[in-house]
């Protein structure tokens, strides 16, 4: 019994999925729930790109203030992140996934 959407199922690691599947509907529910309130989007990461806030979006404030200080690494830094951010929020959105996961099997 699987009742993840499919936005959410790619969004989140094998292990979570695994472990969501073992769950009742209920508990999946309350997890789709949470994560979508959690989640980050790529589109607003981007916008942020070009303020240079990203890294604080993603929940790295002491890299953004590097990045600031160093006016994004003399552009280059902010270059190489306008490939990057999409990997950023990825990474961002599974570890909220486990973190959702763990409070919901906590709760649960």
């Known amino acids: 019994m699987n009742t993840l959407p499919e936005s959410i199922r790619r969004q989140t690691p094998e292990s979570v999925q695994r472990k969501l599947s073992e769950m009742d509907e209920h508990a999946?529910?309350?997890f789709s729930e949470e994560f979508r309130k959690r989640r980050k989007?790529?589109?607003?990461?981007?916008?942020?790109?070009?303020?240079g806030?990203?890294?604080v979006y993603v929940?790295?404030?002491w890299l953004?203030?590097?990045?600031?200080?160093?006016?994004?690494?003399?552009?280059?830094?902010?270059?190489i992140d306008l490939f990057r951010i999409w990997g950023l929020?990825?990474?961002?959105?599974?570890?909220?996934?486990?973190?959702?996961?763990?409070e919901i099997q906590i709760l649960g």
Request: hydrophobic fraction near 60%; avoid cysteine.
């Open 59 to 61: 929940g790295k404030v």
């Open 41 to 51: 989007s790529s589109l607003l990461a981007f916008l942020l790109l070009n303020m």
């Open 53 to 55: 806030l990203h890294y």
């Open 89 to 102: 929020v990825r990474d961002k959105n599974r570890s909220i996934a486990i973190e959702v996961l763990r």
């Open 28 to 30: 999946q529910h309350a």
């Open 64 to 79: 953004n203030v590097i990045f600031i200080l160093s006016f994004g690494g003399l552009l280059i830094w902010w270059f």
